[in-house]
């Protein structure tokens, strides 16, 4: 019974380091240890005990479409990289041999088989007999693409300083330490120098002050015409294309039906977005449907004002991870970018669950180097629907790659 006793209080132990994982814990997790509860296949999941028990089955829901978003994200955003660390160059060139110095020595390899894999946008010279160093430059036609960048920059200018307007407008108090924005600097399509070049520009909008020795980013006015979320633009625009008011309910409730895919009509509603394997019972959408016509403070209040108990103040957590996505230019923030945010947008305490809760909004991914939260209704399948110039302007440059060169074949010694 002693012996029994104390197994069982091992089994507790090791049991309770499982009970609250951090949303950063269980992103960085593979899949198979991830505890979500959506998946389309069963992963077995083996938990330490005394007696080696039976393992325990769980359902997820994935969808694949969006997973794959991560994979073929991987060799454009190596190209885009690596033509920057050559654009940042003086010679508009860099060696082979100096790579490694830029990216380390592990990645140097993945930038290498870029290069020999994409003659039509990297162009290399040298390493004839070892004699002269291998330089890497971008062919003629790269380049001249490349040289529109400026341009895209400067019609993305106003969007971005709208966006960073909006990110502090939503904050508890107005304002954002530095280093937390430029965590995020690229998903907002920031240049390296905005500190230096962007910030100082518009005084009108933005200062940086000292809280507590640490930098933060402050906003100047409150613009109540720019506090308007994604989602409520996306409403006008749909209900202006649609005959009579979508944004009314009607005044019988039990007139209304029960939408089965979660969706409905009205002011306060979101669009859902469910895995095609996820079959919800009628118990499940009426709670769903009950959720969407409730009203909530705009995402733009600040947090204060409102109880975190408060059923409608829980919508609105929801509405805030909405719009802090919709900010972003792939509308994608990975997991540790999201976690930052806990104390300026005052996200739920339970962030992973509440996620998890509203899978029918975000999607969470384990594909790519780190894990990351899409928002679903940006996307059509692998597809990001609507796209700003910085992102159009990428596209075109990576598009390269797909067109032959002269060069296509050869194998070019980089090692």
């Known amino acids: 019974m002693q012996c029994r006793g104390r197994a069982m209080k091992t089994k507790l132990s090791l049991d309770s380091s499982f009970l609250q994982p951090t949303i950063s814990e269980v992103f960085a997790s593979t899949p198979i240890q991830n505890n979500f509860i959506f998946s389309t296949i069963f992963i077995q999941i083996m938990r330490k005990t005394t007696g080696g028990a039976r ?30 660390i050559i654009l940042n160059q003086k010679t508009q060139s860099i060696l082979v041999r100096d790579l490694e110095k830029e990216v380390g020595f592990v990645k140097k390899w993945d930038f290498m088989a870029v290069i020999e894999k994409y003659p039509s946008i990297f162009h290399v010279s040298g390493g004839d007999g070892n004699k002269t160093p291998i330089l890497v430059k971008l062919t003629e036609k790269a380049a001249k693409i490349a040289a529109e960048e400026g341009d895209v920059r400067q019609v993305m200018e106003p969007i971005i300083v709208n966006k960073l307007r909006k990110l502090l407008m939503m904050s508890i108090d107005c304002r954002v330490p530095l280093e937390k924005i430029e965590f995020i600097r690229s998903e907002l399509g920031l240049m390296r120098d905005f500190k230096e070049c962007l910030i100082p520009k518009y005084p009108e909008f933005f200062t940086v002050i ?111 991870l909405h719009e802090v996505l919709s900010l972003t230019m792939e509308k994608r923030l990975n997991s540790a970018q999201l976690d930052a945010f806990h104390a300026e947008y005052q996200l739920p305490v339970k962030l992973l669950l509440c996620l998890v809760k509203h899978h029918g909004i975000f999607y969470m991914t384990n594909k790519g180097a780190k894990s990351t939260v899409l928002l679903k209704d940006a996307y059509n399948g692998i597809n990001l629907i609507e796209k700003c110039p910085l992102l159009r302007f990428n596209d075109k440059f990576v598009g390269l790659g797909c067109k032959r060169d002269d060069n296509a074949g050869k194998k070019i010694p980089l090692s």
């Open 55 to 84: 393992p325990k089955k769980k359902m997820y829901h994935r969808v694949h479409e969006l997973d794959k978003v991560m994979d073929f994200q991987k060799k454009p955003s190596l190209i885009l990289q690596l033509k920057s």
């Open 210 to 320: 000292d809280v507590n020795g640490f930098p933060y980013l402050n906003l100047e006015i409150w613009d109540s015409s720019i506090a308007v979320t994604a989602r409520e633009e996306k409403l006008v625009a749909v209900s202006s294309t649609l005959e009579g008011d979508v944004t009314n309910f009607g005044g019988d409730h039990k007139k209304v039906k029960i939408s089965k895919d979660g969706n409905f009509s009205g002011p306060f509603a979101f669009e859902m977005n469910f895995p095609v394997s996820f079959r919800p019972n009628m118990k499940y959408l009426e709670e769903v449907q009950k959720w969407q016509k409730m009203p909530f403070p705009s995402p733009y209040l600040s947090a204060r004002r409102f109880e975190p108990a408060d059923p409608k103040a829980r919508k609105r957590a929801v509405a805030v």
